[in-house]
């Protein structure tokens, strides 16, 4: 492909926008007096920041909260600035506003190697896409950006506030600002007189927003960089936290549905009267597919339970469609077939590849594999609509509240600003709800049902079969080393299908365009390990599965790939995993530092009989990081014992949340590792439930330890990273316990 | 048909084969307690039922009236009970969505062993997590358990 159309293609929403946008003025971020609704009683500071009668301090936070901590992360960094204290802080969905779009998460979409990332070429679409990211009001919450995203905003939207509490407060008091300070959530003057912030609401009405922003050194921190509880914990003690599924409306009805078993199938025939004839049933809806659902059978009545029975009830034809034949075997011959037959789109070359192998003194050859996985998030999808008087108000937990509303009112045929989004608490999210496939079925239900409300909540089944996997990916390597064991080429070619292309057919449809996605082959082709000759080449093969984002997207199994391979290639070098991978990152002090902590606090290589260590080291979404996986086996089973794991991922702004991450991320990375695979047979989903599709739990846990990298830096991401390396850990502490190299997912020794 | 949940007498229009689960929260607007698969595979849906855990959306109404039944609303109502506070203290929650059953869990266990050891705790804390908050819900099952214990 031509480098400009790989370039527009990158920006990821489409070239022709690009063109017909033009110049597009600066913006700042701040927002004004009236970005937020109006509060009786309350005064807004700017579009992130407002104070409530009783003094509280109610951050709007635009991103959505699903166990990732940005409920209070981000209001941590209002208040670092702003002066306040964490028990005063409340926080507020943002409305949808172009102030909130997430310019981090399309910058860091722009597939270019770090070796690239300073040319003219990458910083001049880094300039259009951070522009675009704020004109479309992509408020996504998704690729680990929340804290990078917020990191200058939100920091400046606390600055700004606390600039007008110093002006509020020398306007009330006629001193000049430089005698007024704000600490611990109240304003102060030199000669001890304090104002708190409900006794400045009047005022503040009358101060204009602030001119130069000074925002605080790391060195004067107070909250950033210090563990704190989280602001949403109590609630998620009592019961009292409000998922999806727990929103209550006024006469509202409640639906289940049944989609089309079969991958592109289609409805046939449904007779709704034995479900009519069921208590409380309200009515039958057919819902065609859309956004990337599947077409679908609804049953509306006065409880869930009831809807799901009568749905039960119905004798409903499918027209199995063109994929009745699609097996998980027949997908992998076909990913094979397009291996073989096409060189490829190259993401990264440097040197001669095949060439420095022909001259290679050893080769390593392998082939690596990973399956389709579902996110499976605990709350089932669900969506709560109501279509009255002109408007039409959603309430979901959502990932995307912009493109939400957007594609309700494409549903609904009416204007965006007629649409409400509420975002609840996500009960987990990991991509799966960056989805809108439930959004069409809700609104045609409510409009079924008008005035009504309605909830719609999918069953588990529902939910693991009518996912949008993680893709499929299958991957070859060559490794060349010389005579003196020293790496010389690595040469890598992947194929897998490309979400990008997929998601935007689903949700923009006017701006997809088949173009080279970063997501296949990161984690693939911008690690640091420094080859003097390397070639890295993704084959996107489309196949008729859904695919969508799971929790560290290509990540998740390309760092599989790539560190195993590593361990393949230390071992054909009779070298030292660790003391391979070292001297591959000469040039990256950054990098082997994380490394040697990892292998420095897990005391690398020394474990009891029957047990061996696997390390990894990955970089993705702004950080790094290294984990040490101490591994036993027992009646065949694989036995993680331990994991410790070193990150850097810049400033750490609640070293707790970050720990909390680390643990997380690695327990999902290690359900898929040693349990998850979606199979098809006969255009199905295999997997319904836990039972086909499971978990791991408390049980099967090792114990983890983080150890952070000191660091002032930029925050990088954290929700994702750990989940990439633990799969790989784990792969190479199996092989140095039983010489056997697994080289597909899940790990499975029997076979 | 009756119910006793958290010590009060509620009634409800529930057919005898509807779920606990959905009895609760759709019938008396106890929405604490979650559906995550209705199929007993989960946990998401545990409650006390006699001071034993039970899954409710396996549970039927008829099962259930009589009985003694108390959800995660019925916890530490007026003063945060010892598994909440070591919950804070330990920072367990992430989304948060399987924590009810979380809860409800540990208190069955720590009712009838106030001292559980690790295998004890892995053989009984069966629920689901797919944040994998379960090194925390460890640490903090030992902690108010330890707490219980020093007020009792």
Known sequence: MRRRGFLLGALGVGGALVVGWGVLPPRSRLGAHDTLPPLYGAVSLNGWVRIAPDGSVVVAVPRSEMGQGVYTALPMLVAEEMGVTLAQLRVEQAPIDAIYGNVALLVTGLPFHPDQENGELARASEWIVAKLARELDLQVTGGSTSVRDAWRPMREAGAAARAMLIAAAAQRWHAAPAQCSVADGVVRHLDGRKLALRELIGTLREVPLPGALRLKPAQEFTLIGKPAPRLDVPDKVTGRAQFGIDVRLPGMLYAALRACPTIGGMLRYVDPAPALALPGVVRVSTLAGAAGGAPAVAVVADGWWRAQRALQALHIEWDAGPNAEMSSDWLLARLRGALDAEDGFTFYRRGDGEAALVRAARRVEAEYRAPYLAHAALEPINCTARLANGRLSIWAPTQVPSIVRHVAARTAGIDADRVDVNVTLLGGGFGRRLEVDFVPQAVWLARDVAPAPVQLLWSREEDTTHDFYRPAAIARMKGGLDANGAPLAWVSKSASDAIVPQYLRRAYPALAADTPDKTTIEGLFDQPYEFPHRHFAHVTHRSPVPIGFWRSVGHSHNAFFCECFIDEMAYAARRDPLDFRRRLLARHARHRAVLELAAAKAQWGRVGPGRAHGIALHECFGSIVAQVAEVSLAQGEIRVHRVVCALDCGTAVNPEIVAQQMESAIVFGLTAALYGEITINAGRVEQQSFPQYPMLTLAGTPRIDTHLVPSDAPPGGVGEVATPPIAPAVANALFRLTGRRLRSLPLRLAA | ?152
């Open chain 2, 1 to 152: 048909m009756e119910f006793d949940v958290n010590g009060r007498r509620m009634s409800a229009g529930a057919e005898p084969d509807m779920p606990l689960l959905w009895v609760l929260r759709d019938l008396l607007a106890l929405t604490g307690t979650k559906y995550g698969c209705g199929i007993g595979a989960c946990g998401a849906c545990t409650v006390l039922i006699d001071g034993r855990a039970a899954r409710s959306c396996v549970v039927t109404a008829r099962e259930a009236s009589g009985k003694i039944i108390r959800t995660i609303e019925g916890l530490g109502t007026g003063r945060l009970h010892p598994l909440q506070q070591a919950w804070i203290g330990h920072q367990v929650p992430q989304c948060g969505y399987c924590q009810s059953g979380m809860l409800m869990a540990a208190l069955a266990l720590l009712a009838r062993n106030a001292n559980p050891s690790d295998a004890e705790i892995d053989a009984a804390m069966t629920n689901i997590c797919r944040c994998g908050t379960y090194p925390r819900v460890r640490a903090a099952i030992h902690a108010a358990a330890q707490a219980m214990r020093g007020s009792a």
